[in-house]
């Protein structure tokens, strides 16, 4: 058996993508796999300290924040920044919801794994 070196393993082209209509925004949007810091990123935006010290959920704006962090161009590059989440949650509940639900199954995230990660971080 041969083992992958790390040249190898860097240059994987492994962030997979799927285009969605979104009708509501009158065209398609590419939804791509989150690399390991964005999970975390985004995983970290699920909780808030609260001044003693506890961490709790905040699922504010959960929705907008997942396709914040997935909808990419057609060179792969991120099109919203975290500035742009409060801008995205005012769009169309149906639209989020589809794009939502198509990062989320892409990339792994059940609702059990969300708030998981909002309980366990």
């Known amino acids: 058996m041969s083992y992958l070196n790390?040249?190898?393993?860097l240059s994987a082209q492994d962030i997979e993508s799927v285009?969605?209509?979104?009708?509501?925004?009158?065209?398609?949007?590419r939804v791509a796999l989150m690399s390991g810091a964005a999970r975390d990123d985004y995983e970290g935006?699920?909780?808030?300290?609260?001044?003693?010290?506890?961490?709790h959920r905040d699922l504010t704006n959960i929705r907008a924040k997942l396709v914040a962090v997935c909808l990419v161009d057609d060179k792969?590059?991120?099109l919203f920044s975290e500035s742009d989440v409060k801008?995205?949650?005012a769009k169309s509940c149906a639209a989020l919801d589809r794009v939502y639900h198509v990062a989320a199954r892409?990339?792994?995230l059940t609702q059990g794994e969300v708030e998981n990660?909002?309980?366990?971080?």
Do not use: F, Y
């Open 76 to 78: 792969g590059e991120r």
């Open 45 to 55: 935006s699920l909780i808030r300290l609260a001044p003693d010290g506890t961490a």
């Open 19 to 29: 285009d969605v209509d979104v009708p509501e925004w009158g065209g398609t949007v």
């Open 87 to 89: 801008a995205l949650g």
């Open 6 to 9: 790390k040249q190898q393993i």
């Open 106 to 108: 892409l990339n792994r």
């Open 117 to 121: 990660a909002a309980k366990n971080s």
